[in-house]
């Protein structure tokens, strides 16, 4: 159950603006996002609804000409967004660890993966060469990387896509860090390697007791992995719950739709992909009231001029949603 004293991440109100040619557009709309210690948290949503830039924002990567307009994000009881750089650079890399999508773009082509192992080790932890150098093998190893103490030597192009994302993990969780975060860490590879990299996370989180944030498109994915899932849509949240809630009682209809989206083995080979139609807004193009009403099988009136507030929908547990529709939604399971 979520105490406060347990909160490791915390992010109030983040809002997040594009610079256009039309003026400031927002991406991100006031999301309160949290993470216990020891927890791992699912962010679901399409691609373009913000997922990325909520947590480049954290760690003040976010790309030129997109800023935070507003809100808070603690993490560990420490405010990342009033950080001096230098303390911030700390918490980069050693207390928060980060996975990204596209190792071939994260990873240095012409740096040798133990010497890029080294790095954080010696920046973060203080380690002489020689001994980051032992670690780093460890650490290649810890992923299931055979051969570790000559893969080490071995060029990012030398290595299997696979390969590769298992030392991006690996670098990810060089320093021992209290948070994970995996943007889309498997959305390149094939089905059986994604299944073995959530299963090599999933055992990592428990020998090192860190909480994890994964993120991605593919709530089929992470069913076995998360403790709870956020949804994102169009850079707000929409419901938020315990896995198993959300998937035995998704309340908000795109949350719905995601799932309708999953291919069930008993599906016929013939049947149609049950998914929603249409796409989320551009920046700057965004409804009215629920961003999702434009796309939502229920919407009413007062979908279109008002905009729903994340409100709980059980009486038990943390299950929340943002929608004018639920009890509707529900009839219509
Ligand atoms: N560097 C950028 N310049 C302009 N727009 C961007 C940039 N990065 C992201 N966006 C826009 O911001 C929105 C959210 O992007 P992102 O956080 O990357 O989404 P997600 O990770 O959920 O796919 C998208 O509509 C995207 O087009
Ligand atoms: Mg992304």
Known sequence: ????????????????????????????????????????LGVVGESGCGKSLTMLSLMRLLPNKIRVAKGE???????????????????????????????????????RIGDQLAEPLIYHRGMGRQEARKRAVELLRLVGIPGPEERIQAYPHELSGGMRQRVMIAIGLACEPKLLIADEPTT?????????????????????????VWITHDLALIA?????????YAGTVVEDAPVDALYANPRHPYTRGLLASIPKLSDQPTSRLNSIGGTPPEPGRRPQGCPFAPRCPLAMD??????????????AGHHRAACFAVEKAQEAA
């Open 1 to 40: 159950m979520t105490k406060t004293g347990n909160r490791l991440l915390d992010v109030k109100g983040l809002t997040i603006e594009i610079e256009t040619r039309n003026g400031s557009a927002v991406v991100v709309d006031g999301i309160d996002l949290h993470v216990d210690k020891g927890e791992t």
């Open 73 to 111: 994000a603690h993490f560990d009881g420490r405010d990342l967004q009033r950080m001096s750089n230098r303390e911030l650079r700390k918490v980069r890399g050693g207390d928060i660890g980060f996975v990204f999508q596209d190792p071939m773009t994260s990873l240095n082509p012409v740096m």
């Open 188 to 212: 390149a590879l094939d089905v059986t390697i994604q299944a073995q990299i959530v299963d090599l996370v999933k055992d990592l989180r428990e020998k090192l007791g860190m909480s994890v």
């Open 224 to 232: 076995g992995l998360v403790d709870r899932v956020v949804v994102l």
């Open 302 to 315: 007062i979908c279109r001029t008002h905009v729903p507030k994340l409100e709980p929908v059980a009486a």
